[in-house]
């Protein structure tokens, strides 16, 4: 199983996983054809891609989805909650996933969960090939004791770290703004992330990369420095997904 990322951030996410015949995207908030564009940086095609599977409406993360959809008639995964606006549009096939039960796409399984954020029915995922696991998380205000189940024993993990606390407060934004971003249904900072690892059993971790910063109230060597002092690694072991240039291809 390998994965790779398009693009983090508040301007647009995506990131693809792979094991065997199988691709699938997680996300797509960038337009069809920067959606193209950057696959082809990972010598990937949208014709590849069997399904796309969402975890929240917010359009970073949803804003290509039904065109791409559409364009290459890829099955679209989401919680009822997701897609209850209607803002993907008629798309060739709509499946729900809920986070009681695990589905499989071809070579791969998927375990979807729950996870406190400003939205409708936000969900993270697990995906495994049998042998190992590599987990998403990102776009959480807060973590819970089912978030360290789940991220237990991965292989690889992308976990948010979305801001520096001391940036934020410090920065531009309005103070509601800062109140909601920095809320338990908003985005998990540098330090929350780092204490999140902590708790989680990463004896088996491979592969850790952060993801979600924001271009204003963080600093990627701030992100790194809190997760290898979590992980008692070197700084440069921490994968950086950024929102202009992919993360090349990993193999778990």
Not at 72 to 88: E, F, K, Q, S
Not at 136 to 142: A, E
Request: proline share 3%; hydrophobic share 40%; net charge negative.
């Amino acid at each position: 199983m390998r994965f790779a990322v398009l693009g983090s951030g508040s301007r647009g996410n995506a990131t693809v996983v792979e094991s065997a015949s199988t691709c699938v995207m997680i996300d797509c908030g960038f337009s069809m054809r920067e959606t193209e564009k950057r696959l082809g940086q990972l010598a990937r095609e949208a014709k590849d891609v069997n399904a796309i599977l969402l975890t929240h409406e917010h359009s970073d993360h949803i804003k290509g989805v039904g065109a791409l959809a559409r364009k290459y008639g890829i099955p679209v995964w989401a919680t009822r909650g997701t897609v209850t606006n209607g803002l993907l549009g008629q798309v060739p096939e709509l499946k729900h996933c809920d986070t009681e039960h695990g589905f499989a796409i071809g070579d791969l399984e998927v375990t979807s969960f729950p996870v406190p954020h400003d939205a409708k029915e936000p969900c993270q995922f697990v995906f495994s090939d049998g042998d190992v696991r590599f987990a998403i998380l990102t776009d959480t205000g807060s973590t819970t004791v089912h978030i360290e189940q789940m991220l237990s024993s991965c292989d690889a993990m992308m976990l948010e770290c979305n801001h520096d606390r001391a940036m934020l407060q410090a920065g531009s934004y309005p103070q509601g703004l800062k109140d909601r971003v920095a809320g338990p249904f908003g985005h998990l900072s540098n330090d929350q992330a780092a204490a999140l690892l902590t708790r989680v059993d990463t004896s088996r971790l491979r592969h850790i990369v952060a993801a979600h910063l924001s271009e204003k109230n963080n600093a990627p060597h701030l992100a790194s420095a809190a997760l290898s002092e979590a992980l008692n690694c070197e700084e440069e072991w921490v994968g950086l997904a950024t929102q202009d240039t992919c993360l090349q291809w990993r193999t778990v």
